[in-house]
């Protein structure tokens, strides 16, 4: 099951490093101004996003499994369609590097079947929440 709960929530919002696929180039998007809350909250912020050299003053990666750096949650701004191609990514990258234990889906962004396949492996998923809301909501 999805989490859902307060609790596990805020447990989530432990988290250091956050890597943001479909990271926008482009202020006034969510997918540029969610990442930029998060990291003026003091989370490191690591953009995926294969069109750009750079998002937020963070070297751009073009795939999950690219970053080097340790990863804790995977927050994900693309359509629901591309949800198993890359949750997927986030199941390589966890069985074989042990971080990436986060698959968060943004508003408006789900797959019950992915998500629970991920879940199988260990992977906490969250669905059809924003990360900014919800951290505003319970950390503020």
Known sequence: MPVTD???LDRLLDAETIAVVGCSTTPGKAAHDVPAYLQDRGYRVIP????ADEVLGEPAY???GDVEEEID?????????EV???AEAVRERHASRGDA???WLQLGISHDETAAAAEEDGIDVVQDRCLK?????LRG
Request: net charge negative.
């Open 84 to 86: 198993p191609e890359i």
């Open 62 to 64: 073009d795939a999950v």
């Open 73 to 81: 949650i995977v927050d994900v701004f693309r359509p629901s369609e």
């Open 6 to 8: 307060d609790a596990g």
């Open 48 to 51: 995926v996003n294969p069109f």
């Open 101 to 103: 234990g986060t698959l």
């Open 133 to 137: 809301v919800e951290h505003g909501r």
